[in-house]
């Protein structure tokens, strides 16, 4: 008989099974607030998602043993150099459960962006991510504006059309931040 932690175990690695299959899917979340949640940096300084306002921030919620995330990292460390310098901050949220994990992954990425530590996984229950890797894309005033579960060889694309988009939009904006 199967015990209620292997079950739940199962069921997760299913779960996670379909999402690294799916496609970077838009989820419904966009146009709400951002919540504010706290973040953990290297070192375990704190920062809350609301210190970002006035940039665009694109946050990735992801893991070491996700494979897709795996490949999905240095593509968003690629958006980061890119748009960094005209007001877009790339955070990469790591939900791995064990530290050790997540900084033997990091050890083997040449990587510039920003990565943030959650491993009870705090912000992906905020955000209702439906998995790794699931992205959100906010705006400078704090709105989440583009949310996507899964990743694809679209997914580069997309990010880089809807950074564009806010881009656009920010500097067409009277009211900027």
């Known amino acids: 008989m199967i015990g209620a932690a292997c079950r739940r175990a199962c069921t997760v690695m299913a779960t996670a099974a379909l999402l690294a299959a799916a496609s970077p899917a838009p989820v419904a979340a966009a146009d709400e607030r951002a919540p504010n949640v706290e973040l953990r940096g290297p070192k375990g300084q704190r920062q809350r998602l609301a210190d970002f306002r006035g940039k665009i921030v694109l946050l990735e919620i992801w ?78 005033r704090g709105m989440i504006r583009f949310a996507h579960a899964g990743w694809d060889e679209t997914a580069d694309a997309t990010y880089r059309r809807e950074i564009m988009t806010l881009l656009d939009e920010w500097r067409e904006s009277p009211n900027r931040n």
């Not at 893991?63 to 593509?75: E, N, Q, R, T, Y």
């Not at 459960?97 to 990565?115: G, S």
Request: with cysteine; proline share 6%.
């Open 63 to 140: 893991a070491s043993w996700c494979p897709d995330c795996k490949v999905l990292f240095p593509a968003l460390d690629r958006l980061s150099r890119e748009f960094k310098s005209r007001g877009v901050e790339v955070i990469a949220v790591n939900v791995d459960e064990h530290r050790k994990n997540a900084d033997a992954f990091l050890k083997t990425q040449d990587y510039q962006m920003r990565v943030m530590f959650d491993p009870r996984a705090r912000v992906a229950d905020t955000f209702a991510a439906p998995g790794v890797p699931a992205s959100y894309l906010i705006d400078a």
